[in-house]
Structures are given as structure tokens and as C-alpha cells.
């Protein structure tokens, strides 16, 4: 018999129970332990029912064996699965479910005690890692794979006893193998399982914690606050280690005005981490909101409440810029760790003097700490900093009216195209705090500059120019931009701070643009166009695109034909305002008159009197103003297919053109200008004006 290569001797007083079904193996196991040399082993009968079996099972686990060996009959089939066979790992799998569920009725842990549980199962190589993986959900350090030997049920005399010994060898030299790694390494396979589990069970908490944060973004996205803090609240509980749910349930508090809750949020994301600047930065952010609320409110900023908020919020500032200084420090050279820019940047985005006065000392204090963190930089040329440095710059450069210095600086930092998202916010709040410094122009500058990136916040630089253009009392052009905001971000108007920023100058710009778009919707309904109208605005539409071919021949045909079987149509200002047709008749008239001819006459006849008449009957300024932008958008769509061009051209056209001129069907023959306006409509639908400031009517 084979002997053990690892001296047993110290556990041979181990109490093992031996629950073996198969007699086979529960015989090879007994003779193998004894010969080595263990002297309290318990074999125990197991029944031939699985349930059975398994009842008598669990008390043994939680009883002081120190090792139990395990093989259980079959586990009967369902009812509709008779005839099927799981495969060994479902099996295992499953009988270890069972164990698992019997012992949580008595066990708080249930897993401990399945330690001390080891499987003799009868399987092939190749499913070996399988089951080890299997076995390893449910805390079981190792099994006991067995070879499945002959049956000699059939053999009789000297063949059947050669057989049966063979076997013994078999099964005595594995189970002598495996009972010698289980004792050797037993503390060290479990303490690596335990390992391994924590691992697995981190890395599950942190999926668990990612999916609660996405749909938290998602939730926060549509606006249900309420979702979005439990969604955050869980992704804590779930994985606590990880700051941004923190920062972001406290920011979502700040938003519904829960202010102690944030407060309360922040504070234990500060004593989590220990070394992180951003709940400092929080705390203080909080503290200045509730300052601003109370000024607003009519308090004065000396009124010593609010001055102990505000040394509260220039503490936690200058802790924030501490430990931003420490982390610098730490990180010598890394790129990302350039957070004392970032305390300094959100000192400056308060407007700290506006809102409390530029002598107030805590204006000078927390000012102090925005300087500390971009000393030196001035001294150095912007391509020579980072980006992070150089929106810092940009916009100190901004607060001290240096505007082509903090375009220098913010056009730099756009160069990082890692960074062109953070970069293009950080261009459009420039213009925001241009705009409420009174600089329009300066804004619209630095707005018009960033869209010629083609950033991806668009629709939200559309809207600030909207506003800028509304504060100049240029209205049409206003009126522009809230569409092309509109077009190309209706989303926009889910979200509070858009209703926020709506001004009294561009309250009636929007107002007024989404009541000619209904009134164009209503009419739509009311207005169809006769079929020989739709006919005939394509003659011109043809004539028109003669005309610019240069065919004369061809488009004099048409023109000759419209003016005798439809001259009505042919006055319309429609047809002639945008100037196209009237130039190619003066050139058609100065060709055709050089050599006048019986053929060519009448139509020298029809140009001249068509002409004159054009001339005599101007149309009305605001109608020849709204077809003009209307032939623009309409090039705009077949040109280069610009929608969002043709959206803010056909919407000043709209501003401009009588309510009455929508009674008529020629706007609603040609089938561009309704379809986009039809589009404009409906992002449209997006804007709530129940949602709008106090004080401003809405859309009736």
C-alpha cells in the first residue's frame, strides 16, 4: 500500500464522518484513512433517498467534525424532466443549494460551515476546473475527484478478487493523495478561497455599484430626483468605497434645496476620504448657496449669521486647497492632479464681490485662496501650460477684462482633445459670466469662436447666444438661436436651469416665436392647397433654376406660358421677391431688344409690363423681409442641407411675417418650409411654459 509523502501524524486525531452513498467508495475511503493511521473516523449510513440524505447531513456540518467527506445519491428529476440527465456540475451545483438552504434555517453564515465539507465525486479530467469553479461559490476549499473503476458485479472467483484489489489500489493511492494536500495546505487553501471570494464578491458589489450610478445619471437626467438619490443612496450601501455617489446624492440634495442633507452627505464623504479636497469644496459651494439665498431674500451680508456661513465656506475652501497642495505634491508631474486650480476656479464662478460687495472681507479672503492656486502662471506663455492651467487663467483673465488675453488662454486649452468636452462647458460659462458683466459682445465673440469647434454642447451655446442677442434688443436674431438651440438640443428644456435663465428680455422673444409656430401648425390643419397651385409654384421653382442655368430659351418659354394662363399667380410676391426672376428678365429683355424680332416682340411686350408692374406694386415690408429669409432657408435645405441653418432662418421669417399671410395656402404649397416648421414644432413641445418664471405669461 502506498504510503503518504506528507507526515499525517498530527491529525490523525482529526474527527472526520465519512457520508458516502456509493458502497464502492465508502468501503476504498474507510480502508484509506485507516491505513493512514486516522483513529476517529465516523462512518456514517446514508439513505437511499437524496431528501433523506440530506436532512441526516446537516447536522453533521454543524456538528465538531473538523472534515466531512460527501457523496450523495441522485437528486430525483422534476416531474417534466424524468427522462433527463443534468450534467455532474448542475448536480453538484445543486446538491450544494440544497446543503446551503437547509443550513441557513440555523446558521446566520451558512458558508463557514461548508468549509470543512469535501465532495468525492467520480468525474473525467475535463470537468475538473468546472466543478472547481462551481464548488468555489459555496466556500469549499477542495474535492476529492475519483476514478470510476470496473464494477466486478458480473465477475466471480480469482477475476473478481484481481479486480476488486485493482481497484482499492486506485482509489487508496487518490484519496491517499488528496486526504494529504487537504491536511497540508488546508489553512492556506482556505484563507487564498477567502481571498479569492472577497475579490469576486468587491468586483460584484462594484458592477452592482455601476449599474446603480447609471441609472441614477438616467434618472437625474428626466428630472425625477426623488429615483436618482435612492438609485445613489444604494450604490452606496452596495459599495462604499467609491466617492463620486457621495458627491453626486449631495449635489442632487442641493439641487431640491435639502441643504442639511447635503451638508450631511459631504461630511461623510469628508471623513471617508480623508484626502480628497471635493467635500470641502461641496461643503463651502453649499454654504455660499445658502448666503446667496438669504442676500436675495433681503438679508445684509454683514448680518452675522451669514458671516458665520461664510468663514465656514472659506475654511473648507482653504482645507480644499490644502489638501489640493498635498495631492500635487504627492503626484509630482501628473497632469491630472491640478485640483488647487480647481478650489480656485470655483471661488471665482461665485462672483464673490457682485454678491456681497468687493470690500467685504470675506470677498478678499476667499479671493486670496483663487490667486493662490494659479501663482506664477501669468509669468508663463499659455501653450506652454496645461489645459487645466489655462482655463484657470482664462478665467481670472475674464474677471479682470483682459478678453483677448482669456481667449488666448481658453482657445489654448481647447488644443487638449482629451479634455475638449470639460473645455467647451468651460468656454460657454465664460460666456454666461460675460454676459452678466453686461459684455454682449464680448460673449457673442467667444460663443461664435467655440461653435466654429463644433462642441458638443451646441444647443446649450445657442441658447447663451439666444439670450446675449435678446439683451441687445435684437429680437430676430434672438429669435434665431432659440431655434437653432431648440433643433439641435430640445432635451434643454427638461432641465432647471433652462427656465431659470430665461430673462424678461428673451421671455418674449420665445414666447412670441412658439405662438407663431402653433398659429403655422393650427393653419396647416385648416389649409390645403389646390392642386394647380402646387403646380404651378413648381413651374417656378423650374423657371427659377433656368434662369440660373442660363437657358433663356427654356425659362422665357415658361414664363411666357405662366403670364398668359396664370398672371394672378405670377404678380404673387412669392414668386419674384427674392430678385432672381427679375434680373434674368432685364438680362432676357437687353439680349432679346439688341435685335428685336415679329417672334420675339410680344415677349419684349410681356417682359416690360410684367416689370413695371412688379415696380409699381411693391410688396409690404414684412412680407418682402419674411420671403427673403423663407428663399434663404430653402436654399439652406437644398444646398447643403443645413436644417439647423434653415431652422434659425425660417424662425426669424416667422417673427417678421403678418399673422394673416398664414390664412393663404401659398406657404403651405411647397412642402420644405411647412415639414420643417412642422419639425421646429415639435422639439418645441419640450418647452414648458408653466414651467417659466413667476411673473410671465404663457403661451396661450
Known amino acids: 500500500m502506498p504510503s503518504a509523502p506528507y507526515d499525517l501524524s498530527p491529525h490523525a486525531m482529526a474527527k472526520i464522518a465519512v457520508y458516502v452513498h456509493d458502497p464502492v467508495m465508502r468501503q476504498h475511503t474507510a480502508i484509506t484513512l485507516k491505513h493512514l493511521g486516522f483513529e476517529n473516523v465516523v462512518d456514517h449510513t446514508v439513505p437511499t433517498n437524496y431528501f433523506q440524505a440530506l436532512g441526516r447531513l446537516v447536522p453533521l456540518i454543524t456538528s465538531d467534525f473538523q472534515l466531512i467527506l460527501i457523496n450523495l445519491p441522485l437528486r430525483p428529476q422534476p416531474s ?55 464548488l468555489f461559490k459555496f466556500r469549499v476549499p477542495a474535492a476529492f475527484f475519483m476514478s470510476a473503476v470496473p464494477s466486478t458485479k458480473l465477475l466471480q472467483g480469482e477475476r473478481k478478487v484481481k479486480q476488486t ?57 428626466s428630472g425625477d430626483y426623488d429615483m436618482a438619490i435612492s438609485l445613489l443612496r444604494q450604490a452606496i450601501e452596495v459599495y462604499p468605497k467609491d466617492i463620486d455617489a457621495y458627491l453626486e446624492s449631495g449635489r442632487l440634495h442641493v439641487r431640491r434645496r435639502e441643504y442639511g442633507r447635503a451638508l450631511a452627505r459631504f461630511g461623510q464623504a469628508e471623513d471617508l476620504f480623508l484626502e480628497a479636497p471635493a467635500p470641502n469644496k461641496e461643503i463651502a459651494s453649499v454654504r455660499l448657496v445658502q448666503v446667496q439665498e438669504k442676500i436675495e431674500a433681503g438679508a445684509d451680508p454683514s448680518d452675522p449669521e451669514i458671516m458665520e456661513m461664510l468663514a465656514e465656506a472659506a475654511e473648507h475652501f482653504e482645507t480644499a486647497h490644502a489638501k489640493a497642495q498635498e495631492a500635487v505634491r504627492k503626484h509630482s ?40 492656486s494659479t501663482e506664477g502662471l501669468d509669468q508663463l506663455p499659455p501653450e506652454s501650460l496645461s489645459s487645466a492651467q489655462c482655463l484657470a487663467m482664462g478665467l481670472q483673465a475674464v474677471e479682470n477684462k483682459k478678453f483677448d488675453l482669456a481667449l488666448a488662454y481658453y482657445f489654448q486649452a481647447l488644443e487638449d482633445k482629451n479634455r475638449f468636452t470639460e473645455v467647451c462647458t468651460e468656454i460657454n460659462y465664460a460666456g454666461i459670466r460675460l454676459r452678466n458683466m453686461g459684455q454682449m459682445d464680448q460673449a457673442i465673440r467667444f460663443y461664435d469662436k467655440l461653435l466654429t469647434y463644433n462642441p458638443h454642447n451646441q444647443g446649450s451655446v445657442f441658447w447663451n447666444m439666444a439670450i446675449a442677442y435678446a439683451y441687445k434688443n435684437d429680437a430676430l436674431t434672438s429669435s434665431g438661436y432659440v431655434a437653432r438651440c431648440m433643433y439641435t438640443d430640445p432635451y434643454l428644456a427638461r432641465e432647471k436651469e433652462f427656465y431659470d ?19 403655422v401648425i393650427i393653419q396647416a390643419k385648416k389649409t390645403q392647397p389646390p392642386p394647380q397651385l402646387v403646380t404651378l409654384y413648381k413651374h417656378r421653382d423650374r423657371l427659377i433654376r433656368l434662369a440660373a442655368e442660363g ?63 412688379i415696380q409699381e406694386h411693391p410688396a409690404p415690408p414684412k412680407v418682402k423681409r419674411f420671403l427673403e429669409l423663407c428663399q434663404a432657408t430653402i436654399e439652406a435645405l437644398e444646398q447643403g442641407g443645413d436644417q439647423n441653418q434653415a431652422a434659425f432662418l425660417v424662425s426669424q421669417g416667422l417673427m417678421v411675417a403678418p399673422d394673416e399671410y398664414f390664412a393663404r395656402a401659398d406657404f403651405f404649397a411647397r412642402d420644405n418650409l411647412p415639414q420643417l416648421i412642422q419639425e421646429l414644432a415639435t422639439k418645441f413641445s419640450y418647452v414648458n411654459p408653466k414651467r417659466f418664471p413667476s411673473g410671465r405669461n404663457p403661451v396661450r
Open 80 to 134: 417534466g424532466k424524468k427522462d433527463a440527465v443534468d450534467p455532474i456540475f448542475d448536480q453538484v451545483h445543486n446538491m450544494y443549494l440544497d446543503i446551503k438552504t437547509h443550513l441557513a434555517k440555523r446558521n446566520a453564515d451558512p458558508l463557514k460551515p461548508l468549509t470543512k465539507t469535501v465532495p468525492m465525486i467520480e468525474v473525467g479530467d475535463y470537468l475538473r476546473e468546472k466543478l472547481i469553479e462551481v
Open 165 to 221: 484489489r485493482e481497484n482499492l489500489q486506485v482509489h487508496l493511492a487518490e484519496l491517499t493523495q488528496y486526504l494529504t494536500q487537504y491536511f497540508r495546505d488546508k489553512d492556506e487553501l482556505i484563507t487564498r478561497m477567502d481571498e479569492k471570494l472577497s475579490e469576486r464578491q468587491l468586483s460584484e458589489r462594484k458592477k452592482q455599484y455601476d449599474q446603480f450610478m447609471s441609472q441614477a445619471a438616467q434618472r437625474k437626467e
Open 333 to 372: 508631474g501628473d497632469p491630472d492632479f491640478e485640483m488647487p486650480l480647481a478650489v480656485g476656479n470655483e471661488i471665482i464662478k461665485w462672483n464673490l464681490a457682485d454678491l456681497l460687495g468687493p470690500k467685504h472681507p470675506a470677498v478678499r479672503r476667499m479671493m486670496g485662496i483663487a490667486q493662490k
Open 501 to 519: 435663465s430665461i430673462s424678461p428680455q428673451i421671455h418674449p422673444v420665445i414666447l412670441a416665436l412658439m405662438r407663431k409656430l402653433k398659429l
Open 551 to 613: 437657358q433663356v430659351s427654356e425659362a422665357l418659354k415658361i414664363f411666357v406660358g405662366l403670364f398668359k394662363q396664370a398672371r394672378v399667380f405670377l404678380v404673387k410676391p412669392e414668386v419674384w421677391v427674392d430678385g432672381i426672376l427679375l434680373t434674368f428678365l432685364k438680362k432676357a429683355y437687353g439680349l432679346l431688344g439688341k435685335k428685336p424680332t415679329p417672334q420675339t416682340q410680344p415677349v419684349l411686350q410681356m417682359i416690360q409690363a410684367y416689370v413695371r408692374y
